[in-house]
């Protein structure tokens, strides 16, 4: 069992950045892909970055690519979303997801079996 959970979310201005911490617990997380995803209101939720369990490969949703980065620090069984240059669209809940297989479908959330509670991230125009 892994229990995950996410902080940094904010109220931030258009343009400004912020950082996403996911801390996890148990011993495995090092073996583990991790992703992030996020939902607005009224929509479904969606993929916005992951990364495997070394850190030397990571995929982005488009729409935050050249924005966003995803890192982790296994020896601090943490993961990160540094976000950059901030749009109103990017306001929704932020969540962290583990993934003990390291399925390959990364994009879809039915690939993490375990989920934080979510981070609110509000960007004002």
């Known amino acids: 069992q892994v229990q995950l959970v996410e902080s940094g979310g904010g109220l931030v201005q258009a343009g400004d950045s912020l950082r996403l911490s996911c801390a996890a617990s148990?011993?495995?997380?090092?073996?583990?892909?991790m992703g992030w995803f996020r939902q607005a209101p009224g929509k479904e939720r969606e993929f916005v970055a992951s990364?495997?369990?070394?850190?030397?490969?990571?995929y982005y949703a488009d729409s935050v690519k050249g924005r966003f980065t995803i890192s982790r620090d296994n020896a601090k069984n943490t993961v990160y979303l540094h976000m950059n240059s901030l749009k109103p669209e990017d306001t929704a809940v932020y969540y962290c997801?583990?993934?003990?297989?390291?399925?390959?479908?990364?994009?879809?959330?039915?690939?993490?079996?375990?989920w934080g509670q979510g981070t609110q991230v509000t960007v004002s125009s």
């Open positions: 997801a583990a993934d003990p297989v390291g399925r390959s479908r990364y994009y879809t959330a039915g690939a993490y079996d375990y």
């Open positions: 148990g011993r495995t997380f090092s073996s583990y892909a």
């Open positions: 990364i495997n369990w070394s850190g030397g490969r990571t």
